[in-house]
């Protein structure tokens, strides 16, 4: 195994034994228990770290989905609603096709949009359960599950590369963006995000073999975690001081990455006869090629025509659009100016950069009159752009103003959603 990058590393640093490769701790009965006690107080203590904000942050969402009752009841109605309401309003749009897929599998190619390792894990929880017709606590199980593995993750991760400081800011902030909610709804954001940033963490420390399974997974999960082959390409290169010829076998792991989608090519060729049916489905959706500008200024211009700033059509353009620019913004900032990352960290910017202008090639067709539609759920996955936005947070009025425009949108935007308004 390759040694990590030094600056990484949180474990105690060991002389490299004779022989041996560089910063590897050598075999010794002595020292495997000491090397688990560090691991196993490395990721406790990022537990603890991150779990009163999550209980917080689901105790906010529980009490929102209750009150949320109050938004489709008359005023001084005497009938009431049934507790479990508040949890099947969380099953909206997105989470009837996982269920269906979970329940009866692909039915029709155009449901191959929604690539499946979160479906296949809601089916693993009815299995598990014994519960075959009710995937929607199983959804909520996998997404809260993974939800909970990836903050701990994204502590850790961004506390090894930066500070402790930086990590707990970069959860906040990205625990009240205004579409954080849908990281505990039914649907697969939580569970990719999770398996990219598993793989990034792997990668940072030239763990070749486990970040490629990650990676794995994460392209199971959404076609987006193939960029992650970007930030695996620049660490290998770079753990090595780019040079070519101190490559080994273990650059092979590298296709671990695409095969989690080639996996889902060849079960929609056994199932289809079409090898890239979840990429022909995207017309199905009105998902169609267009320059990464095209949805941008399309948003822009049906806001320009629309009956005025408090129409639907402009308010829910404002919605997708502001969160896309903004965190345009964050990626640029990490590439240049005051705040931009080291050459060791660039890791990070080629898979912001690279997710980001993928997700812009496609914006929806139809009307034309709501392009970035779901855009500002997308944004979640750019993660360091929230450890960018960590290190602008130092300032106080920045810390001071984006929680309370954040929070307010993201209240927002879950009662809308919890009451069966388009928040897609």
Same mark, same amino acid.
């Given at each position: 195994m390759e040694s990590s990058d030094p600056k990484i590393s949180a474990d105690p640093v060991v002389d490299a034994a004779p022989g041996s490769a560089a910063g590897t701790v050598p075999e010794t009965p002595a020292l495997a228990p000491a090397a688990r006690r560090s691991w196993w107080r490395k990721w406790s203590h990022a537990a603890r770290q991150i779990l009163p904000?999550? &209980?917080?942050?689901?105790?906010? %969402?529980?009490? +929102?989905s209750c009150f949320a009752v109050l938004f489709t009841q008359p005023d001084f109605t005497r009938k009431g609603v049934p507790l479990y309401m508040a949890w099947q309003d969380w099953f909206r749009w997105d989470a009837t096709h996982f269920r269906t897929i979970a329940v009866i599998g692909?039915?029709?190619p155009w449901r191959t949009a929604f690539f499946p390792l979160y479906p296949l894990c809601v089916k693993a929880w009815m299995v598990l359960t014994n519960?075959? +017709?009710?995937?929607? #606590?199983g959804e909520l199980v996998v997404s809260n599950l993974a939800c909970f593995v990836l903050f701990i993750v994204f502590y850790q991760l961004v506390c090894e590369d930066f500070d402790e400081e930086r990590a707990r800011r970069a959860m906040f902030y990205l625990w009240i963006f205004p579409t954080s909610f849908f990281l505990v709804a039914p649907y697969n954001?939580?569970?990719?995000i999770c398996f990219a940033l598993l793989c990034f963490y792997q990668l940072r420390h030239g763990n070749w073999w486990l970040a490629g399974i990650f990676g794995f997974f994460a392209s199971l999960t959404r076609s987006t975690g193939l960029f992650l082959l970007?930030?695996?390409?620049?660490?290998?290169? #770079?753990? =090595?001081?780019?040079?070519f010829k101190s490559m080994s076998m273990n650059v092979v792991s590298v296709g671990l990455i695409p095969a989690g989608v080639g996996v889902f090519a060849l079960y929609c060729y056994y199932r289809f006869g079409d090898l890239l049916a979840f990429s022909h489905a995207q017309a199905m959706w009105a998902h169609h090629l267009h320059g990464p500008w095209h949805g941008l200024i399309g948003s822009a211009k049906a806001i320009l025509i629309s009956d005025g700033i408090l129409s639907f059509q402009s308010q829910r353009n404002l919605m997708d659009l502001v969160p896309s620019l903004f965190i345009l913004t964050l990626i640029?900032?990490? &590439?240049?100016?005051?705040? =931009?990352?080291?050459?060791?960290?660039?890791?990070?910017?080629?898979?912001?950069?690279?997710?980001?202008? %993928?997700?812009?090639? %496609?914006? &929806?067709g139809g +009307?034309?009159?709501?392009?970035?539609?779901?855009?500002? =759920?997308?944004?979640?996955e750019l993660f360091p752009a929230f450890i960018l936005m960590a290190g602008i947070g130092k300032n106080k009025t920045f810390n001071l103003y984006y929680p309370l425009i954040a929070a307010s949108v993201l209240f927002f935007l879950l009662t809308q959603y919890l009451t069966g308004h388009w928040v897609l």
């Open positions: 904000m999550y &209980i917080a942050w689901h105790i906010v %969402f529980a009490l +929102t692909y039915d029709w519960s075959p +017709t009710s995937p929607l #606590r954001e939580s569970l990719f970007l930030p695996f390409g620049y660490e290998y290169l #770079r753990q =090595r001081d780019f040079s640029i900032l990490s &590439i240049v100016g005051p705040w =931009r990352m080291p050459r060791s960290h660039w890791s990070y910017c080629l898979y912001a950069v690279a997710v980001y202008i %993928f997700l812009q090639l %496609f914006p &929806i +009307t034309g009159l709501f392009p970035l539609q779901s855009q500002a =759920r997308y944004m979640l």
